[in-house]
């Protein structure tokens, strides 16, 4: 969805660098998440906010952090990139509408690879 | 605690054949039930969504899903598969306690190669 755009598109690292993913929407939504898609695993929640001074954990969050800069922009760090860390990551945008009305869109992803 | 399964790692059909991709999910409350397609090289694309109402549920792509509750489970299907169709299919599940959460829970995903 071209709403939703990431940088990098793919990224090659070392092992103990510090990284940090992009991402920023012209969707206009107020809620954001990061996930992470490592193969037979689906994907898995990182962190997601719900507002510029709302951040919160996600299933695996341990070695990420995040940064909610304004309503458009929640970037992702590693603070210290390990090889396991390696995988398709994606961002994602969404509103509510109505009772229990949200659906979420997602970005083309980043391929990150720690060597 | 929520989960969603797709048995299939890969399913493959013949162009013009009926396709079936299957997901099962387990949570407390009502579900709310969702499918997302991903190409080669591209991101997550909603396809179709259950809230409440109709159990057949009609999305993009001339894609739809059965919502069955005594089986739990929410297949994906469409009468007749194009080799565009070839993709990666997620099912994915909010239960109604998360609902102000936003969390959703993915299956592994399914392959679904469609053959000319």
């Known amino acids: 969805d071209a709403d939703v755009t990431q940088t990098p598109r793919n990224r090659i690292t070392k092992t103990g660098k510090r990284i940090m993913l992009e991402c920023s929407q012209t969707?206009?939504?107020?809620?954001m998440y990061w996930y992470r898609q490592d193969p037979g695993l689906g994907l898995r929640l990182i962190y997601y906010?719900?507002?510029?001074?709302?951040?919160n954990k996600g299933e695996i969050s341990d070695g990420y952090s995040v940064s909610r800069q304004a309503q458009a922009k929640f970037s992702l760090s590693l603070e210290s990139a390990i090889p396991n860390q390696t995988a398709l990551y994606f961002c994602?945008?969404?509103?509510?509408?109505?009772?229990?009305?949200?659906?979420?869109?997602f970005g083309p992803g980043t391929r990150l690879l720690v060597l | 605690a929520q989960s969603v399964a797709q048995p299939e790692d890969q399913v493959n059909v013949a162009e013009g054949n009926p396709l079936t991709v299957k997901c099962t999910y387990s949570?407390?409350?009502?579900?709310?039930l969702f499918w997302y397609v991903q190409y080669p090289n591209r991101g997550l694309q909603f396809l179709l969504k259950?809230?409440?109402?109709?159990?057949l549920v009609k999305g993009s792509y001339g894609f739809e899903a059965e919502f069955n509750k005594s089986q739990t489970s929410f297949h994906l299907k469409k009468p007749s598969a194009l080799v565009s169709d070839s993709a990666l299919y997620f099912c994915?599940?909010?239960?109604?306690?998360?609902?102000?959460?936003?969390?959703?829970?993915f299956g592994q995903g399914t392959t679904l190669q469609v053959k000319p």
């Open positions: 906010s719900f507002d510029v001074k709302d951040i």
């Open positions: 994915a599940v909010r239960d109604m306690w998360s609902s102000n959460t936003g969390k959703l829970i």
């Open positions: 949570v407390s409350g009502n579900p709310y």
């Open positions: 969707k206009g939504h107020d809620r």
């Open positions: 994602a945008t969404s509103v509510v509408s109505g009772t229990f009305q949200e659906t979420q869109y």
């Open positions: 259950y809230i409440t109402g109709d159990n």
